[in-house]
């Protein structure tokens, strides 16, 4: 009896602890989002003893990388996509953003001789994991198109054999 008891009080803890671990885990990531959405959270804006936290980037860079990227969507909406990638790949060497690399891959992905390059900066895009901040239909798109150019890329596939 005292055996049966000590397993359900067991039992009983474990399921609270699992429930608080997940309960936790579920409202972290909302947390942090919601502090990255405004003002950052206490513990980042206090940098570590290894300097490891990077400074936001100053009014010159910023403008400088925003001219870069408006360059690239004047390029690319004029259909010179050569140009818009390149503008692109300025404003996130710059500053590194999800909708630069967003950008980089469409405009490497509108360029036949680029379709490889494309794959790849639509994977960097994708693996990126602040990719949601461009919105999920760019996310979606950027998804569908990388599928779009693997299945084209597979098509081009030719052997020759000699005899």
């Given amino acids: 009896m005292l055996q049966n008891r000590?397993?359900?009080?067991?039992?009983?803890?474990?399921?609270?602890?699992?429930?608080?671990?997940?309960?936790?885990?579920?409202?972290?990531?909302?947390?942090w989002a919601q502090a990255s959405a405004g003002q950052p959270a206490k513990s980042e804006t206090k940098s570590d003893a290894g300097g490891s936290a990077k400074p936001a980037?100053?009014?010159?860079?910023?403008?400088?990388?925003?001219s870069a990227f408006e360059k690239g969507q004047k390029a690319f909406k004029g259909g010179k996509f050569a140009d818009a990638?390149?503008?692109?790949?300025?404003a996130n060497s710059i500053l590194p953003t999800p909708h630069a690399e967003y950008w980089i891959a469409m405009s490497l992905a509108a360029q036949e001789d680029k379709l490889g390059d494309?794959?790849?900066a639509l994977e960097v895009?994708?693996?990126?994991?602040?990719?949601?901040?461009?919105?999920e239909l760019k996310v979606t798109e950027a998804s569908a198109k990388l599928s779009e150019l693997k299945a084209?890329?597979?098509?081009?596939?030719?052997?020759?054999t000699e005899p």
């Fill in 57 to 66: 980037p100053d009014k010159k860079t910023r403008d400088e990388a925003r």
């Fill in 6 to 31: 000590f397993s359900s009080l067991t039992l009983k803890l474990v399921s609270v602890i699992t429930a608080g671990t997940l309960a936790t885990s579920l409202v972290a990531p909302a947390a």
């Fill in 152 to 160: 084209k890329q597979a098509g081009e596939l030719q052997l020759t």
């Fill in 118 to 120: 494309a794959v790849v």
């Fill in 125 to 135: 895009f994708l693996n990126n994991p602040d990719k949601d901040k461009v919105g």
């Fill in 85 to 90: 990638s390149e503008s692109f790949q300025k």
